[in-house]
């Protein structure tokens, strides 16, 4: 049974309540819900740290992990296309889910932020995911499985590192994707 009322982790002085009586403010209201999973496996904040932020200190307005967090979540609500949150940046779920009160990055500084990561801070992200799937087992398994699978991600117009797959029969990217059991271990484009 569901309760009719959810008391999720404050911003700042905001309480915030998930309520299931009825009314609809956000199709987005599951982000509080990975904001709250991210405060406790701190992945976004871990990730932070692995990566360099070389901008001038002075001249910041929106902290490096607060992007990494308005970008994960952004993906993992749907909205894996950069020109989005140049809307998303006001969205209060969103920004919320940050734990931001005021007005996010815009594309631009997201897509600079993205493009400012390099081959050894992938490396060290991906390390990152694996010592987490290390943390959450008590002891060492006995087994471990690993599943590799390829997906193609259709591209459009002339994005540079597409190809042609003749499988897919068309442009896309072609990710490789390491899993043991539900954990995502690489993923490697």
Known sequence: MVPEKLTLSPLSRRQIEADFSGGHITSDAGL???REVDNQHQLTQRLATVLDDTRNPVLVRHKLQTMIRQRVFGVAAGYEDLNDHETLR???????????????AGKSTLCRMEQRVDRQAVVKAHELMWHHFIEQHDAPPKEIVLDFDGTDVPVHGDQPGKFFNAYYDHHCYFPLYVFCGRHLLVSYL
């Open 32 to 34: 509080l819900l990975l």
């Open 90 to 104: 006001a969205d209060q779920a969103l920004q919320t889910a940050t734990g931001e009160e005021a007005i996010l």
